[in-house]
């Protein structure tokens, strides 16, 4: 199993940036796949970005391409979400997802999550 813990939201201003970052424990970060997710009040979870074991690879939800860049680092146990330019339908609850396969946006899949960070935009 990988506990999965997120941190870096908070309150930002339209146009700022934050990084948010997902800590693992437990078992071989490198063995998962890793993805973000985000849900607004009253939403279902939406994808966000997905990235493979390695950091080769990423893919992302058409709606944040360009503005969130997601990233890992074995080494750490940690990956990573930039996001600039934030905008006002930013604001969520985002969170991190881990599995030994990578289910790219799929998040019912999905088998490892974390507890969220709240990131809200201010207009």
């Known amino acids: 199993q990988v506990q999965l813990v997120e941190s870096g939201g908070g309150l930002v201003q339209a146009g700022g940036s934050l990084r948010l970052s997902c800590a693992a424990s437990g078992r071989t970060f490198s063995s998962y796949a890793m993805g973000w997710f985000r849900q607004a009040p009253g939403k279902e979870r939406k994808f966000v970005a997905s990235?493979?074991?390695?950091?080769?690879?990423?893919y992302y939800a058409d709606s944040v391409k360009g503005r969130f860049t997601i990233s890992r680092d074995n080494a750490k146990n940690t990956v990573y979400l930039q996001i600039n330019s934030l905008k006002p339908e930013d604001t969520a609850v985002y969170y991190c997802?881990?599995?030994?396969?990578?289910?790219?946006?799929?998040?019912?899949?999905?088998?490892?999550w974390g507890q969220g960070t709240q990131v809200t935009v201010s207009s």
């Open positions: 997802a881990a599995d030994l396969k990578w289910y790219y946006s799929d998040y019912p899949k999905y088998a490892y």
């Open positions: 990235i493979s074991w390695s950091g080769s690879s990423t």
